[in-house]
């Protein structure tokens, strides 16, 4: 039997063990989770590094399952740019190969952001760092034209406890290319590939939080200001890095959703886990609030025609960047979070079963027109 055959028999949850391969016992859906998503005109993805993509078994549940691909850093400026030389595309050119490799739409990510400025621009004058970042934004998006479906022009330049600033983060990007001028990101971004979808890409605005009800207003008000001088965005991109420590409302979400919907936008979920560092359970306890949350956030996502794509922040437990990148958030008993799909051997965890179940029973289709005129 072919790897691929045998794979989708078993939904590609299986385990090669000193060369054999072990097929998890719990029945599986014969389709991948992209193709799922497709049944209501949606895609389905990973974010991912070139390093864990080609290693099982990140290898095999890509091919299984994945319709979208996200370079999680190897297209960030920091990462492909120094001081001296020309950037080092090779990281970010396989992942593209990566994703044509899959027949899996590529996401851009991300053009302008304060974390992946390179360091040697912080101290910038504001006319060199404007010209750097327009070159950086034109040459990135220039080799890339035409096979990107969305880039992530903009990310994260809210802070909604900046309240002096209108809620909008104090950075080297607001410093020295201006909060006014970000939609002129978008018009460079759309000149230079008519092509691709152009996102604003932002987190914390999921849960039913205070904080996080602060954030969508910011938000709002900044699209609302942004599309009404004809800024050419096109979509909201949502990280939804969520958290069982805090609430969540369905109802509160699709308001939410509405009011991005009234503005045209459709919405991509680009970066979704769960981090379960606050839940003092064993394992299954753990797995089993995290899936209840994935099914709510799920089922609340695709109920609404504006909601286009999902896409998982990582892979699996072990390559998951909140295991991987000491944020802070560790449990107190050590052990490793649960927030994706799969476990660190690339078995499927009730959270797989859910999401599978959610995009099984889905029944509103992704529709654009709905997206653009309420
Ligand atoms: O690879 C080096 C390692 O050699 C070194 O020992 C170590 C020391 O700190 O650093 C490692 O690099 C880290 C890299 O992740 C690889 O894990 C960088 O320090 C760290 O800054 C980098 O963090 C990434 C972060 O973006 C900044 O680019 C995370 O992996 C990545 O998951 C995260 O992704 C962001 C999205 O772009 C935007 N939304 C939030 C999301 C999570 O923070």
């Known amino acids: 039997m072919l790897r691929r055959e045998f794979l989708r028999l078993t939904g590609g949850t299986c385990l090669v063990h000193a060369g054999m391969v072990v097929a998890q016992t719990q029945p599986q859906p014969e389709e991948g989770l992209d193709t799922l998503a497709?049944?209501?005109?949606r895609r389905f993805g990973f974010a991912v590094q070139p390093s864990h993509a080609d290693k099982?078994?990140?290898?095999?549940?890509?091919?299984?399952h994945a319709g979208v691909i996200t370079a999680e850093l190897a297209m960030k400026w920091n990462i492909m740019s120094n001081l001296l030389g020309a950037p080092d595309y090779r990281a970010a050119d396989q992942v593209g190969a990566l994703a044509s490799s899959l027949g899996a739409a590529l996401r851009g990510h991300t053009l302008a952001w304060h974390q992946s400025t390179p360091a040697y621009l912080t101290n910038a004058a504001p006319e060199q760092f404007v010209t750097a970042q327009t070159a950086h934004l034109q040459a990135l998006m220039q080799r890339f034209k035409g096979r990107i479906h969305t880039w992530d022009v903009l990310n994260e330049v809210i802070d909604a406890a900046a309240a002096d600033h209108q809620g909008m983060r104090q950075s080297v990007l607001s410093r020295l290319?201006?909060?006014?001028?970000?939609?002129?990101?978008f018009e460079l971004a759309r000149a230079a590939d008519p092509s691709a979808k152009l996102a604003y890409n932002d987190y914390?605005?999921?849960?039913?939080?205070?904080?996080?009800?602060?954030?969508?207003?910011?938000?709002?008000?900044?699209?609302?200001?942004?599309?009404?001088?004809g800024t050419p965005i096109d979509v909201m991109g949502l990280q939804a890095h969520l958290d069982l420590s805090r609430r969540f409302s369905a109802q509160k979400l699709l308001r939410f959703f509405n009011d991005l919907q009234a503005f045209g936008l459709s919405i991509q979920i680009t970066e979704l886990d769960v981090r379960d560092a606050s839940n003092p359970g064993g394992v299954a306890a753990r797995d089993e609030a995290v899936a209840a949350l994935y099914k709510d956030f799920m089922d609340a996502c695709l109920s609404h025609p504006a909601v286009?794509?999902?896409?998982?922040?990582?892979?699996?437990?072990?390559?998951?960047?909140?295991?991987?990148?000491?944020?802070?958030?560790?449990?107190?008993?050590?052990?490793p979070?649960?927030?994706?799909?799969?476990?660190a051997q690339g078995l499927a965890k009730p959270a797989f079963h859910t999401v599978t179940a959610s995009l099984g029973d889905a029944t509103v289709k992704f529709d654009m027109k709905k997206a653009s005129n309420g």
């Open 38 to 41: 497709r049944r209501t005109g």
């Open 56 to 64: 099982e078994p990140v290898r095999s549940l890509l091919q299984q």
């Open 177 to 185: 290319w201006g909060t006014d001028r970000y939609p002129a990101l």
């Open 204 to 229: 914390g605005m999921e849960q039913d939080e205070p904080w996080c009800e602060a954030r969508r207003s910011v938000l709002l008000r900044m699209l609302e200001a942004w599309v009404k001088r």
């Open 308 to 335: 286009e794509m999902v896409v998982m922040w990582n892979v699996t437990d072990g390559d998951s960047w909140i295991n991987r990148w000491n944020q802070g958030q560790r449990r107190t008993d050590g052990l």
């Open 337 to 343: 979070q649960r927030p994706l799909l799969f476990d």
